[in-house]
Nanobody, 120 residues
Framework: QVQLVESGGGLVQPGGSLRLSCTGSGVTLQPLAIGWFRQAPGKEREGISC????????SSIESVKGRFITSRDDAKDTVYLEMNDLKPDDTAVYYCATPCYSVSGRYSYRGQGTQVTVSA
């Protein structure tokens, strides 16, 4: 089954950091723009960031600017979401997907998600 695979989630204290990774299973990420979105219990899906394929241009939502960094390593065919100064409100399941954003929630490829819990 072609899909994306996230890893790196876990439990972290407020103010801590985590780095999520996104790789492809049956798909090469290098030519694709990849986005990260998250969904917390009882909340709507929220697109967080996007990184383009060719020039690695990134964009992100205001609430994570200055804290989250999206990057990619084409040699490793991996996209990263480095999360710093984590807050309890960042607790959610995090997903990588392509295209970066989807109003309908339908993506060409997406992963199963990785849980991030920010708690003391």
């Amino acid at each position: 089954q072609v899909q994306l695979v996230e890893s790196g989630g876990g439990l972290v204290q407020p103010g801590g950091s985590l780095r999520l990774s996104c790789t492809g299973s049956g798909v090469t990420l290098q030519p694709l723009a990849i986005g990260w979105f998250r969904q917390a219990p009882g909340k709507e899906r929220e697109g967080i960031s996007c990184i383009s394929a060719r020039n690695h241009i990134t964009s992100s939502i205001e609430s994570v600017k200055g804290r989250f960094i999206t990057s990619r390593d084409d040699a490793k065919d991996t996209v990263y979401l480095e999360m710093n100064d984590l807050k309890p409100d960042d607790t959610a399941v995090y997903y990588c997907a392509t295209p970066c954003y989807s109003v309908s929630g339908r993506y060409s490829y997406r992963g199963q998600g990785t849980q991030v819990t920010v708690s003391a």
